[in-house]
């Protein structure tokens, strides 16, 4: 029996390792657990205290897949030993037990986000007994003789519930228990006196483990559930961010508009204030030295007269860098303007305007 119990552990253990190298199968998927559980059998030769008594028990090692943060699907095989004894009759089995389970968890069911997991389980198996009398008269204690012994197999369905308390992100200590019904079997425990079919308690606990990779240096592993909100944060923020960016831009179009609309409205004034100052029939006529080009650039403009023989005097004058100065023409403000220079970029005039401000003070830039 030995024998058989070590090649089944030896099964299990194997099947746990080749289901963490299992390709195809997303690893934080799958979790593994063993417990020790406390079997309480419902038999014909049940609960008494008696000489030959030891303590019944159990192994139980499992490895499941989760279908989603609440529910997942377990392979498990448990091993274990009972006894029984009803003051006439003593029995012991050696039992066997694969089967199928389904994980639900209420916690995260009802509280998403929990750290502790609290567990209902549902399973179907095929539970295999060795089970033997080995005393019938009591005032024979020595006697060890089988007086009743058998194999029996059953069908099983389980019902029972395990609380998950966190040691670690992956990690969890459990306690729970289960109820197993043995369906059409009554000789669990080598005696069958037609009462029906036996059960199976037990009180379990163990230890769980979330497969997967551990978090990298800066990394955060979370929920599938925490992930998609975030997600969705991120593109609700996006969304927000893109609104607001199209709302400055047309509020910038809006002021650039209105900057120009004003500096041309200063360009008038200044022209027309130069008219009072100095008349047009005194200042001698010429004619334009350049035009405006038919591509706008940004241009920093140094001062606005009537003719461009003010213009020029007003160059003449300077006591700064003339090399790119020039006199345009603005026919919408019928206005001479005097450029100090021009560039295709509203930052490098901006930039040139700082530098002549240092000579004259009410230079200013504009794009025409």
Do not use: C
Request: charged share 25%; net charge neutral.
């Amino acid at each position: 029996m030995l024998k058989k119990i070590g090649l089944l552990l030896g099964i299990v253990i194997s099947f746990t390792i080749q289901a963490q190298k299992t390709k195809g199968l997303p690893a934080e998927k799958l979790y593994i657990n063993a417990s020790l559980s406390y079997l309480i059998p419902f038999t014909d030769i049940t609960g008494s205290d008696g000489p030959f008594n030891k303590f019944n028990h159990g192994l139980d090692f499992g490895v499941g897949y989760k279908f989603d943060e609440v529910l997942g699907l377990r392979g498990s095989w448990m091993i274990g030993r009972l006894d029984g004894y009803d003051g006439y009759r003593y029995s012991q089995s050696f039992i066997t037990e694969p089967g199928v389970y389904l994980d639900y968890d209420l916690f995260e069911k009802f509280k998403p986000g929990n750290k502790w997991k609290g567990v209902a389980t549902f399973g179907l198996s095929w539970l295999m007994s060795s089970a033997e009398i080995i005393l019938e008269d009591p005032q024979r204690l020595g006697d060890i003789s089988p007086r009743s012994k058998g194999y029996s197999n059953a069908p099983t369905a389980t019902f029972g519930g395990m609380i998950y308390a966190p040691v670690s992100d992956r990690t969890f200590v459990t306690l729970g228990g289960s109820l197993k019904y043995l369906a059409f079997n009554d000789f669990l425990d080598a005696f069958e006196n037609g009462s029906g079919s036996d059960w199976l308690g037990s009180i379990q606990v163990g230890v769980s483990i979330d497969l997967g990779r551990t978090a990298k240096s800066g990394e955060r592993l979370v929920k599938d559930s925490e992930y998609q909100t975030i997600k969705n944060s991120e593109a609700i923020a996006k969304k927000e961010l893109e609104d607001q960016m199209i709302e400055f831009e047309k509020d910038l179009r809006a002021k650039d508009m209105l900057a120009r609309q004003l500096q041309n409205d200063i360009d008038s004034l200044k022209a027309e204030m130069n008219k009072r100052v100095l008349p047009a029939a005194t200042a001698p006529k010429a004619e334009v030295s350049s035009s405006v080009s038919a591509e706008p650039r940004w241009r920093v403009v140094v001062g606005s007269f009537p003719n461009q023989a003010l213009a020029q005097k007003y160059i003449d004058n300077l006591k700064v860098d003339k090399s790119e100065m020039q006199v345009l023409f603005v026919e919408d403000v019928n206005t001479y303007r005097v450029v100090y220079k021009s560039f295709d970029t509203q930052n490098a005039a901006l930039k040139a305007r700082s530098e002549i401000r240092t000579a004259i003070k009410d230079a200013w830039v504009v794009k025409f």
